[in-house]
């Protein structure tokens, strides 16, 4: 126990900000049911709870290095219990306890709900929703829905997190007027597949009515979506983003691939001429939107003429944001079953560094486009030379950040005009031109 007399409680999340959702609903079912609940602390606590990730093999033995660690301070006496949730749990159900008996107690991920009633037969609150919020106070995640009907060839997600489903838009819409009151103005929002929302609980699909409702809260300066999905994309949200200033000219869309040979052997449900013609509409119904994605280099059966039509396609789109990794073989996906995976390493990797150094020029680009222009900057954090602050093109920890120079006193949160006069590839410098607030009336 610590000095409040209470019992201590340490959450480490691994993997998504989906997972950093469910990290802060347990952090409020923590606090309310009496414990002094905390996430990531460096101090030492009575019990801790490692919410895992087990999507690739890289985050698969970050999360097993984590609770190995954990264990081996269980057994020298640091802390009385430990406890697993979530995507790696979920997926490997009897392999690990036999593996790491040290953990007290397994959770899925979906069953850890009842992990508060396990550590004290309490009732934790009756509005799902609610959380202690881990991010900078004046931004959060809003996660819509769970799971994924895709089953893309690679992806392990369906496996782990089971069928798709959509939380009620008036449960969310509860949720971010809650998330406002406690001084929340910038909202990410978040599914393993943004494209689908609704199907199951309207029949329809239902993103653009979700934004439509989340942009008429007063107090919603920003919405941000990520995770959409190219096949069935719901078009109707693109005017929708174009009418509300409050939803920022963003889309997160991972399209993986552009080659018709590897769209189909990864199961993708979407031809190169279809990706092409989803991209010229957002972009045409989306004026100055910026997009993020995420390609795979590597995966079974990719030749030399796949990939160069990959770079191609990059050279031609001029994405805004890209991220881009090889291919890793999951078990039990569709690939792992069926597919040898021919690609050597070697080769793997040297395809995804000429992709990364394509894009890195052409992010220097388009970032040098920036300079002299003027942009609203929400600013997250504050430094010695400093504010460190992002425009509306910008989701936390994985965009560019701008260097506000401190010419003008910011307040952390705060939302201000910022003229930008040095780019560099991955951040921007800038002058805010006011101390005012844009957002104030």
Not at 67 to 79: T, V, Y
Request: net charge negative; with cysteine.
């Amino acid at each position: 126990m610590n000095k409040t007399g209470k019992i201590s409680v340490n959450v480490v999340t691994l993997g998504c900000s989906k997972n950093l959702v469910d990290s802060e609903r347990v952090l409020r079912m923590l606090s309310d049911a009496g414990f002094e609940a905390y996430h990531q602390t460096d101090e030492p606590t009575d019990i801790v709870v490692v919410n895992t990730c087990g999507f690739i093999g890289d985050a698969k033995e970050e999360s097993v290095n984590t609770i190995l660690e954990f264990a081996g301070a269980k057994e020298r006496g640091e802390l009385r219990e430990l406890y697993v949730m979530g995507c790696l749990s979920e997926r490997y159900r009897k392999e690990l306890p036999a593996e790491i008996p040290e953990v007290d107690r397994w959770y899925g991920k979906y069953d850890w709900t009842g992990l508060v009633d396990d550590l004290r037969k309490s009732n934790h609150t009756e509005r799902p929703y609610e959380r202690t919020v881990t991010t900078p106070s004046h931004h959060a995640y809003v996660k819509i829905s769970e799971g994924c009907n895709r089953f893309c060839a690679f992806c392990a997600i369906p496996l782990i997190t089971g069928r798709h489903h959509s939380r009620p838009i008036e449960e969310i819409e509860q949720e971010v007027k809650s998330l406002v009151e406690r001084g929340v103005r910038e909202f990410n929002i978040i599914a393993q597949d943004l494209s689908s929302y609704g199907r199951d609980l309207y029949g329809k699909l239902s993103l653009a009515p979700l934004v439509e409702r989340l942009a008429g809260i007063e107090g919603v300066d920003r919405i941000r979506l990520h995770y959409a999905y190219p096949a069935e994309f719901p078009y109707d949200t693109l005017p929708v983003m174009a009418r509300h200033k409050n939803v920022c000219n963003y889309l997160d869309i991972a399209l993986q691939h552009i080659s018709d040979n590897m769209l189909t052997a990864m199961r993708r449900h979407i031809t190169a001429e279809e990706t092409r013609r989803l991209l010229a509409e957002i972009r045409k119904a989306v004026p100055g939107i910026h997009i993020r994605t995420t390609l795979m280099v590597g995966f079974p059966g990719e030749t030399e003429e796949d990939f160069l039509q990959l770079m191609d396609f990059v050279r031609e789109q001029r994405f805004e944001r890209m991220g881009a990794f090889a291919y890793s073989e999951e078990e039990g996906t569709y690939a792992a079953l069926n597919l040898p995976d021919n690609v050597p390493l070697e080769v793997k990797e040297d395809r995804l560094n000429r992709l990364m150094a394509l894009q890195e020029d052409i992010s220097m680009e388009l970032q040098q486009e920036k300079t002299g222009k003027t942009f609203d900057v929400i600013i997250d954090s504050e430094e010695e030379d400093y504010y460190i602050g992002r425009t509306e093109y910008d989701s936390p920890e994985v965009d560019p950040e701008v260097l506000v120079k401190k010419t003008l006193p910011l307040q952390v949160g705060g939302i201000y005009p910022v003229k930008i006069t040095r780019a560099l590839p991955f951040e921007l410098i800038g002058e805010a031109l006011s101390d005012k607030d844009v957002y104030a009336k």
